[in-house]
Nanobody, 124 residues
Framework: QVQLVESGGGLVQAGGSLRLSCAAS????????VAWFRQAPGKEREFVAAIRWSDSNPVYTDSAKGRFTISRDNAKSTVYLQMNNLKPEDTAVYYC?????????????????WGQGTQVTVSS
C-alpha cells in the first residue's frame, strides 16, 4: 500500500502562485510515477502533470505548460507542483495520484493510489 498526502492549497488572487506538495509513504518503491489531477465543480477529474521517480521526465497537459512545474525529491518521497500565474479557471480540488505501471506517465491514466485532495481557489 501507498499513502499520499497533499498540502499547500489555499486561496490566491489571479496571477499569484502556490506550491502543492504530495508526500508519499508506505511501499513507494513499488510506484513508477506520480501525477497531479484536478477536479473543478461540476467537471470531471482531469490530468495536470506527471513525473517519474527514476529520471523525472515531466509531462504536462496543455493548460499547465509554461505555468506549472512538477518536480520530485526522492529523498523525501515528495512530489511538488509549482503553479504560477494562476487563473480563476485553475480553481479545483487538486489530487495526487501514484501508479505502479507506466500508464500514468505515458497516457495520463490514473493509477491505484489517490490522496485526499487539496483545494485551490483563485479569485479574479
Amino acid at each position: 500500500q501507498v499513502q499520499l498526502v497533499e498540502s499547500g492549497g489555499g486561496l490566491v488572487q489571479a496571477g499569484g502562485s502556490l506550491r502543492l506538495s504530495c508526500a508519499a509513504s508506505g511501499r513507494t518503491y513499488t510506484t513508477y510515477a506520480v501525477a497531479w489531477f484536478r477536479q473543478a465543480p461540476g467537471k470531471e477529474r482531469e490530468f495536470v502533470a506527471a513525473i517519474r521517480w527514476s529520471d523525472s521526465n515531466p509531462v504536462y497537459t496543455d493548460s499547465a505548460k509554461g505555468r506549472f512545474t512538477i518536480s520530485r525529491d526522492n529523498a523525501k518521497s515528495t512530489v511538488y507542483l509549482q503553479m504560477n500565474n494562476l487563473k480563476p479557471e485553475d480553481t479545483a480540488v487538486y489530487y495526487c495520484n501514484a501508479d505502479i505501471t507506466t500508464r500514468l506517465h505515458v497516457y495520463g491514466t490514473p493509477g491505484t493510489y489517490w490522496g485526499q485532495g487539496t483545494q485551490v481557489t483563485v479569485s479574479s
